[in-house]
């Protein structure tokens, strides 16, 4: 028909089927193989199902899926890790991703669920599951956002101006990792991580592991409800706010205030979308994870935050934007001298 807009269903039919991907890549991960091939820099499939211990016929189906994946690399019939895999899918090594992405598959199951969601408004599993009362499903959440933590933290610390600060309040920071890395970086800095007692049980071992317990404390409770500690020098929401609604946000930042000395500086580090809550794509999926999830889960914009903030009390608003591949923003604002 003249006119007519040509369109075709590749897009689509990529899309339907982009799953393939993220479980390659959890199997594989899962399973050892990136390290085992670490280890061995090279191996035929028949090597590596009697180190693993897997099945050979499957292990060369996953094997062959990940070099189409461009995970690994292949000459005749050995298999090798890419430059790539290497570096981010290795335990022990410095970029080391594999424990951060364990939490993206673990809510899998749950974006399979999503038309529940979206029928009934309501997370399609138990928040608690990760946060302490499944203590295998919290101990791999807290695992992974450390991980998670420890690549985004050596962007976001350096962007963090804290250096005349002594005392820093980093409210619901999981496993302490950004406030190791902030003591770490500024010698005259103390800081206290409030989270859940599950959670700040982690914690505490592994800042005890970062031999940093004399400089990282920890305040096991709910954030909602515990008293902060007052005169602060600053406050911290590292990637927690995302799962809180625009009234108990409010509350926070009222509580942050509250806190805070004159003078003092709040520090709210998040994925964050433009106003028509469609932008970046990231932020927008990432948003229906969190409804999967938590009770509260969403994505805010950087206007809603700043609305909020100012609604506290707080002033000198600044924006940073972290670098890609992290879609994250950083924002700040201080409470008047």
């Known amino acids: 028909m003249e006119g007519s807009v040509q369109v075709s269903p590749t897009r689509i039919v990529e899309m339907a089927s982009r799953y393939f991907d993220s479980c390659v890549l959890f199997a594989a991960s899962d399973l050892g193989v990136f390290d085992k091939l670490a280890g061995l820099r090279a191996a035929d499939a028949d090597k590596l199902a009697a180190e693993l211990k897997l099945n050979v016929r499957g292990l060369k189906l996953l094997l062959n899926a990940c070099v189409a994946e461009g995970l690994l690399e292949k000459a005749g019939d050995v298999y090798r890790n890419t430059p790539e895999t290497a570096t981010f899918l290795v335990q022990g090594m410095s970029g080391d991703l594999s424990g ?18 979206v029928r009934d408004g309501k997370p399609v599993e138990k928040p608690e599951e990760h946060l302490g009362y499944n203590l295998a499903r919290t101990r791999t959440f807290v695992m992974a956002m450390h991980g998670r933590a420890l690549g985004i933290g050596r962007a976001v610390v350096p962007m963090l101006d804290v250096a005349r600060c002594r005392t820093l309040l980093d409210v619901g920071g999981g496993p302490g990792t950004y406030s190791v890395l902030l003591a770490q970086a500024n010698q005259g800095l103390t800081c206290t991580v409030v989270d859940l007692p599950g959670v700040v049980k982690i914690a505490r071992e592994l800042i005890d592991e970062q031999h940093m317990a004399d400089r990282v404390k920890t ?45 003092g500086r709040v520090f709210v580090l998040d ?35 700043r609305e909020w903030l100012t609604g506290a009390g707080f002033g000198d608003i600044q924006k940073k934007v972290l670098p890609p591949p992290m879609p994250h923003w950083l924002v700040s604002a201080s409470k008047p001298a």
């Open 100 to 117: 951060a992405i364990r939490y993206n598959r673990d809510v899998y199951g749950a974006w399979g669920k999503l038309a529940r969601l």
């Open 219 to 263: 305040l096991a409770g709910d954030y909602h409800c515990v008293d902060f500690p007052r005169d602060q020098d600053a406050v911290a929401f590292l990637g927690v706010l995302h799962q809180e609604s625009p009234e108990l946000i409010r509350g926070l930042m009222r509580k942050a205030f509250e806190a805070l000395k004159p003078g």
């Open 271 to 305: 994925m964050m979308t433009d106003e028509t809550h469609t932008a970046p794509r990231f932020s927008a999926l990432f948003a229906v994870n969190m409804a999967l999830t938590t009770d509260n889960g969403w994505v805010f914009s950087d206007a809603e935050l």
